[in-house]
Antibody
Framework: QVQLVQSGAEVKKPGASVKVSCKAS????????MHWVRQAPGQGLEWMGI????????SYAQKFQGRVTMTRDTSTSTVYMELSSLRSEDTAVYYC???????????WGQGTTVTVSS | DIQMTQSPSSLSASVGDRVTITCRAS??????LAWYQQKPGKAPKLLLY???RLESGVPSRFSGSGSGTDYTLTISSLQPEDFATYYC??????????FGGGTKVEIK
């Protein structure tokens, strides 16, 4: 079955970086773009960016430009999201989600909790 | 950026009720709208896309409509498993996407 499995929870200090992984299975990895979305505690959903697993091209939300890097490893069908210069406001659950063509996101990972605290 | 405004932010309803949630875009989005359902501690689930197209496996009590800047999600007869938070999301400005603020549907 189609599945996205994310890496485990992280606790980071302010100023550090975090790298979250998302391993895809059950479909052709390079055929679907992948989004990253985050959700702060008790808040709504926030789109961070998208990566094309085929060529590696990316597009980031303006808010995260310069702090986020999305990469992929086609040999392991895994995408990565790295966020740098972490601050307390980055405490959130981070999701990867497969793009349903250009229509939205049809398959989601289970989420990775990132806590930023001194 | 296109802003998405959902209303109401929360509502209370009973099983069997008809529920309508509204999403307004800051500019026309030509039906480039998806709806998601999220339950506590879980990832969102895609319900509809292209404003009115039901995702595979989603019950037919969910429907969507609208055009231009104004869109609605309707649950024709609310079921116990439908109590959740619902989000709209525009993809007109793809790859840049934006979500609405969410509508929490609670039990009356």
């Amino acid at each position: 079955q189609v599945q996205l499995v994310q890496s485990g929870a992280e606790v980071k200090k302010p100023g550090a970086s975090v790298k979250v992984s998302c391993k895809a299975s059950g479909y052709t990895f390079t055929s679907y773009y992948m989004h990253w979305v985050r959700q702060a505690p008790g808040q709504g959903l926030e789109w961070m960016g998208i990566i094309n697993p085929s060529g590696g091209s990316t597009s980031y939300a303006q808010k995260f430009q310069g702090r986020v890097t999305m990469t992929r490893d086609t040999s392991t069908s895994t995408v990565y999201m790295e966020l740098s210069s972490l601050r307390s406001e980055d405490t959130a659950v981070y999701y990867c989600a497969r793009a349903k063509s250009s229509y939205g996101m049809d398959v989601w990972g289970q989420g990775t909790t990132v806590t930023v605290s001194s | 950026d296109i802003q998405m405004t959902q209303s109401p932010s929360s509502l209370s309803a009973s099983v069997g009720d008809r529920v309508t949630i509204t999403c307004r875009a800051s500019q026309g989005i030509s039906n480039s709208l998806a709806w998601y359902q999220q339950k506590p501690g879980k990832a969102p689930k895609l319900l509809l896309y292209a404003a009115s197209r039901l995702e595979s496996g989603v019950p037919s009590r969910f429907s969507g409509s609208g055009s231009g800047t104004d869109y609605t999600l309707t649950i024709s007869s609310l079921q116990p498993e439908d109590f959740a938070t619902y989000y709209c999301q525009q993809y007109y400005s793809t790859p840049s996407l934006t979500f609405g603020g969410g509508t929490k549907v609670e039990i009356k």
